[in-house]
Nanobody, 124 residues
Framework: QVQLVESGGGSVQAGGSLRLSCAAS????????IGWFRQAPGKEREFVAA????????GYADSVKGRFTISRDNAKNTVYLQMNSLKPEDAAIYYC?????????????????WGQGTQVTVSS
């Protein structure tokens, strides 16, 4: 099993940056692909980015390509989401999720374990 705790959310003005962290515990973290998702009020949870267990493969939603970067430090059992050039439409609760698989998942139903989320607010 993997337990996930997100941090780093907060309030920022449009154009600003935040770095989210997803700290994991559990012996399967290093074999887990990790995804970031977000959910705004009244909207469905949507894929943001994912990284393979080795860090060798990454994937991004079109809406964040070129602005967000996902990375991981397996020695620290942590995955990061660096968010630059934030826009008001990026405001949401951000969740990280884990799944051990040979492919890079991108749908919410493909992930087994979820954190509680961290709020990101972007003012215009």
């Amino acid at each position: 099993q993997v337990q996930l705790v997100e941090s780093g959310g907060g309030s920022v003005q449009a154009g600003g940056s935040l770095r989210l962290s997803c700290a994991a515990s559990g012996h399967t973290f290093r074999s887990s692909n990790i995804g970031w998702f977000r959910q705004a009020p009244g909207k469905e949870r949507e894929f943001v980015a994912a990284i393979s267990y080795s860090g060798g493969s990454t994937g991004y939603a079109d809406s964040v390509k070129g602005r967000f970067t996902i990375s991981r430090d397996n020695a620290k059992n942590t995955v990061y989401l660096q968010m630059n050039s934030l826009k008001p439409e990026d405001a949401a609760i951000y969740y990280c999720a884990a799944r051990s698989a040979r492919w890079l998942p991108s749908r919410p139903d493909e992930f087994n374990y979820w954190g509680q989320g961290t709020q990101v607010t972007v003012s215009s």
